[in-house]
């Protein structure tokens, strides 16, 4: 069974159909049936100021060679990774992965999360804890989350380490961005569902998620435009939290260069504010606000624990200290925006390493 993704150019909305052969003329219509039901299903979702904002963007889309000879590829921006930003100052906001200017949790948090792992097991469909169980860990976000999730399926098939109790599950989807995922009625949580019954596992056995959001064209200056991301992460935390109800962990990732955009999808500098936006997620959690609250301790659970996953952002060409770097190859010739297969390994890899090392995500990940 194969799976192809219809974009629609309209909204940038896509949606996956299985397809076993090439479609005739009859399902190729139908297709296009569906993929104008779905948009316009999902831009009902959708408040005004979206709405006038996806305008903008396709207006600045319609008018592409104009912007790329406004904004011209580049190898790298000058601009530094927050881990190595560190105590460092981006227009009045500190580096860091976290507060204090720091790439480590605090010790309490990590602590917390720590022994909410260990109560990562395997559980039965109905969300009961079964030795023949599943632990599901699912993707959320957009198309550069699923392509990159998917060379990590691709990865994690190779490896002979994992749990075989451990089921990863693709649920992001192209063009599926924070606004449409902050949203529990839009068709991207039926989607959802669909691939985890078809991977025979329920939203009870969803114990963990990788969540990598952006929303399209930004145009603000900073922070407005980061400050609605985060936001919109808040907001699809939560819906997380309630169609997932043993949801325990999810790791956060940032969007990697766009320096080499040929689009005003999502470049520079705004895709490096991108990790902003998840490092004040995480800040406001670690700062004990209600709305990100995940112990029941402290009053009503409405969100998963959670951290930083693997920092993805580096200035093109130039390696970070950890000697992560991007190369044009790295992107499509279609848009300078969305990772080639050697971009979307770069990913997997990273995303492997931590689940691997990270004292939250080895327990349950990693064969015992």
């Not at 200017?101 to 079964?130: C, M, Q």
Request: charged share 20%; hydrophobic share 40%.
């Amino acid at each position: 069974m194969k799976v192809t993704y219809i974009f629609a150019a309209a909204a940038a909305i896509a949606i996956g159909v299985a397809l076993s052969q090439q479609p005739s003329p009859e399902q190729q219509q139908q297709q296009k049936k569906k993929q104008q039901e779905f948009m316009q299903r999902t831009m009902s979702f959708f408040t005004p100021e979206e709405r006038a904002h996806m305008q903008l963007n396709q207006k600045a889309n319609a008018n592409r060679e104009a912007w790329i000879a406004a904004h011209p590829a580049r190898e790298s921006t000058g601009l530094i990774p927050l881990p190595d930003l560190g105590k460092g100052m981006y227009k009045g906001e500190q580096g860091g992965l976290y507060p204090g200017g720091v790439n480590a949790p605090p010790e309490a948090h990590l602590k917390a999360g720590i022994a909410i792992s260990h109560r990562i097991v395997p559980l039965d469909t109905e969300g009961r804890p079964a030795d023949d169980g599943k632990i599901v860990m699912v993707s959320i976000g957009m198309s550069n989350t699923t392509m990159k999730f998917v060379a990590f399926q691709k990865l994690a098939s190779e490896q002979t380490d994992l749990n075989p109790r451990v089921v990863l599950v693709d649920g992001a989807q192209g063009g599926q961005v924070a606004w449409v995922t902050s949203k529990p009625g839009t068709p991207f949580w039926e989607v959802v569902a669909d691939r985890l019954k078809a991977a025979g596992v329920t939203h009870q056995q969803v114990q963990a998620a990788w969540l990598l959001q952006a929303n399209p064209g930004p145009v603000e200056e900073f922070p407005t435009e980061m400050k609605e991301l985060q936001r919109n992460i808040i907001e699809t935390l939560h819906v997380m939290h309630d169609k997932f109800p043993n949801l325990k962990v999810t790791y956060l990732s940032n969007r990697t260069y766009a320096g080499y955009a040929s689009s005003p999808l999502n470049p520079e500098p705004h895709a490096y504010e991108n990790g902003f936006a998840v490092k004040w997620v995480i800040s406001d959690q670690l700062a004990g606000k209600p709305e990100l609250n995940y112990d029941p301790a402290k009053g009503p659970v409405r969100a998963p624990w959670v951290e930083w996953g693997p920092y993805l952002w580096a200035d093109g060409v130039k390696p970070s200290k950890s000697g992560l770097s991007y190369v044009r190859e790295d992107y499509t010739e279609a848009d300078g925006t969305h990772p080639t297969p050697s971009g979307r390994m770069k990913v997997a890899k990273l995303l492997m390493e931590f689940m691997k090392t990270d004292p939250t995500a080895r327990g349950w990940f990693l064969a015992k």
